[in-house]
C-alpha cells in the first residue's frame, strides 16, 4: 500500500491488487508467496467454478471473501474501486498460472487505470501437473525440445492469423491443448492432419490435482473415443507428443564431458561428447555453457 499527498495536503490512499496463480486444483500447489497474499488480502476474490475452495483456508477470518464465478467484469470493477478508494489489498485468485488464458491482461490495465498498484504472482500451470501426475518429462533430448500450448481455433475468441492446432502439429514436438474438451473431434481431426501419426501419445486429464481427478492415457488416434467415454467437455487438458512415451535418451548437460561453471569436464568423456556433435549437426549440447537448465 503506498500513501501519498494530494493537492489539498489530505493524505490520498491507493489500494494494491495481487493477482494470485492458484496452480491446478489442489490447495497445497500453491506457492507460499501465494498464501501469505490470500492470508494478508483484505479481499479475497476466486471463482468457485475453476478454483478449488480449500485456498480459501490461507484467508483471514474477517476477509471480505466474494465469488466472481458469475460476475462479469463489471461485476468486479466496483471492487477494484473501493480497494483504490480505502486503500484496501485484494487478492484475486486466478487457476493454474495468471498468464495463460486468465483475462489477467486487461484487469491489470484496468487497475492501473484507477491507481492501484498491481502484482502477479505465478501459479502452477496445469500442464506441468499433467506432465508430473503421470510422471514423463514433456522435453526429451533428441525427442522433443519444445512445448507448444495452445487451443483450438473457433471458439468464442478468435485465433490471431496463423496460430492453428494442425500448423502447431507440424512440428511434432509435445503440445498441450487447453480449452478445447468439448470439441474433441475436431482436436483430433486437426492433429492427424498436421502430421502427428495416430499411435501418438497423448494423456487427457479432468481436473487434474481435484478429489476427482481423471487421467487416462491414450493416442493421437483415440483421443476422440476417450473422451467421449468417459463424457468429459471441461476443465479438461490435452497433452500430445512422442515424448511421452520414449524412453529419457543421454542429456548432454549432466554428461560429464560438459563443463559449465561450477563443473570441469573429463578430458576422455569431453572428446566423446565432441565427436557425437560433430554427428549431429545443429545440436547445441543442451543449455551449454551456461550452467542452468529449466
Do not use: N
Not at 471492487?79 to 491489470?108: F, K, M, N
Amino acid at each position: 500500500m503506498t500513501t501519498a499527498g494530494d493537492t489539498d495536503g489530505a493524505p490520498a490512499t491507493t489500494g494494491k491488487v495481487w493477482f494470485v496463480g492458484a496452480g491446478p486444483g489442489a490447495a497445497d500447489l500453491l506457492t507460499l508467496r501465494a498464501a501469505r497474499v490470500i492470508g494478508a488480502a483484505d479481499v479475497v476474490v476466486w471463482a468457485a467454478s475453476l478454483v478449488h475452495a480449500d485456498v480459501l483456508t490461507h484467508a483471514r477470518a474477517d476477509a471480505e471473501i466474494v465469488d466472481s464465478s458469475q460476475l462479469p467484469m463489471e461485476g468486479v470493477l466496483p471492487l477494484y474501486e473501493r480497494a483504490a478508494a480505502r486503500g484496501l489489498t485484494v487478492a484475486r485468485i486466478h487457476s493454474g498460472d495468471p498468464a495463460l488464458w486468465g483475462a489477467v491482461q486487461e484487469q491489470l490495465d484496468l487497475c492501473r487505470a484507477l491507481g492501484l498498484d498491481v502484482e502477479v504472482v505465478p501459479g502452477v500451470s496445469a500442464f506441468t501437473a499433467v506432465a508430473a501426475l503421470v510422471g514423463r518429462e514433456l522435453t526429451i533430448p533428441e525427442v522433443a525440445q519444445s512445448v507448444i500450448l495452445t487451443r483450438l481455433e473457433g471458439g468464442r475468441t478468435p485465433m490471431p492469423p496463423g496460430e492453428r492446432v494442425r500448423d502447431f502439429a507440424r512440428h511434432g514436438t509435445t503440445m498441450a491443448l487447453f480449452l478445447s474438451a468439448a470439441r474433441s473431434g475436431q482436436v483430433q481431426a486437426e492433429l492427424l492432419a498436421g502430421g502427428y501419426p495416430a499411435d501418438t501419445p497423448a494423456v487427457v486429464a479432468y481436473q487434474a490435482t481435484w478429489p476427482d481427478e481423471l487421467v487416462v492415457r491414450c493416442t493421437v488416434g483415440t483421443l476422440e473415443a476417450t473422451v467421449k467415454r468417459h463424457r468429459l467437455w471441461k476443465h479438461t487438458l490435452f497433452l500430445v507428443g512422442p515424448a511421452l512415451a520414449a524412453a529419457g535418451t543421454r542429456s548432454h548437460l549432466y554428461h560429464p564431458g560438459h563443463f559449465h561453471t561450477f563443473r570441469r569436464a573429463e578430458p576422455a568423456a569431453r572428446a566423446q561428447l565432441r565427436r557425437r556433435r560433430e554427428e549431429t549437426p545443429g545440436d547445441d549440447g543442451g543449455a551449454a555453457g551456461t550452467g542452468r537448465a529449466g
